[in-house]
């Protein structure tokens, strides 16, 4: 594992994607009418937001859970953005804003979805907090490319093909290093069907400035190693610190644990 968790330092905790205008719509899924009977009354409304890297899938067993705890989950789905095209990032901002009903909503995202967060918040005036799960913060003003090392960005460069596309997030490691985080076979399967192909001017694409997001308080859990420094980042400015001796994808194989975690940050929050 120590080999994947390096490599995750040096790319997944780059991962700052950025904000733009708004633009098209893309399905939200709501994960609540049949699994809430039974529940408990609602007390939360949380937006889960996946990575623009992978699907969102990867939230599904966390949603389910946090609503079987009592509250109201959306799950925007960003992926419909990576096919119409430019601008990427202003319509996965657009796409959360639109899953925010009207009421109190706080906003969890996981990887590189933390940056989408402060976008999305500075265009909400109902947001009671944001959640950051193993995920990048906000860096207004430089793309993803300008945060990561050069040699890095001249390799993503050099990989993406003659039109500028990357290949799926899996296909960024071998075969035996996902299999480390995802050891479940069935899961791992359905994990790569649901990630897309990448652009690499999405990466390129810069942070615009989102002050207003700061107006609500901020927790940060830490699933890996890779994510340290955003952590401690995080605990530096006198947020709600979680961290737990996992891995990136815990979400889909430790959801439990990342549902116990969400819950002890979510009451932080309310305090």
């Known amino acids: 594992m120590e080999g994947i968790e390096w490599r995750l330092e040096r790319v997944l905790s780059a991962l700052q994607l950025s904000d733009a205008k708004p633009a098209a719509e893309s399905p939200i899924t709501d994960v609540n009418s049949e699994h809430s009977r039974g529940a408990l009354p609602v007390n939360?409304?949380?937006?889960?937001v996946h990575s623009p890297l992978v699907g969102p899938d990867t939230w599904n067993l966390v949603a389910h859970s946090m609503?079987?705890?009592g509250n109201h989950v959306s799950l925007p789905d960003l992926t419909d953005s990576i096919t119409a095209g430019p601008p990427y990032l202003a319509r996965q901002v657009q796409v959360i804003v639109e899953s925010v009903e009207d009421r109190p909503v706080i906003l969890v995202g996981h990887s590189g979805a933390g940056p989408l967060l402060a976008s999305a918040g500075s265009s909400l005036d109902n947001v009671r907090g944001y959640i950051f799960v193993d995920a990048g913060l906000p860096t207004p003003g430089n793309s993803w490319m300008e945060t990561i090392p050069e040699e890095l960005a001249a390799h993503l460069r050099d990989?993406?093909?003659a039109e500028g596309w990357l290949p799926p997030w899996p296909e960024w490691w071998s075969s035996d290093e996902l299999a480390e985080l995802?050891?479940?076979?069935?899961?791992?399967?359905?994990?790569?069907e649901n990630c897309p192909r990448l652009p690499l001017s999405m990466f390129e694409e810069v942070h615009s400035d989102a002050?207003?997001?700061?107006?609500?308080?901020?927790?940060?859990?830490?699933?890996?190693?890779?994510?340290?420094?955003?952590?401690?980042?995080?605990?530096?400015?006198g947020w709600p610190v979680a961290e737990l001796e996992?891995?990136?994808?815990?979400?889909?194989?430790?959801?439990?644990?990342?549902?116990?975690?969400?819950?002890?940050?979510?009451?932080?929050?309310?305090?």
């Open 182 to 192: 995802l050891p479940d076979p069935l899961l791992r399967a359905r994990f790569v």
């Open 246 to 271: 996992s891995h990136h994808l815990a979400l889909l194989t430790d959801p439990d644990v990342v549902v116990g975690s969400l819950i002890k940050l979510l009451g932080q929050l309310d305090e």
């Open 67 to 69: 609503v079987g705890h």
């Open 44 to 48: 939360r409304s949380l937006v889960l």
């Open 211 to 237: 002050p207003r997001w700061r107006h609500a308080p901020a927790a940060y859990l830490r699933l890996s190693a890779a994510y340290q420094s955003q952590a401690d980042e995080a605990r530096a400015l």
């Open 159 to 161: 990989t993406a093909d």
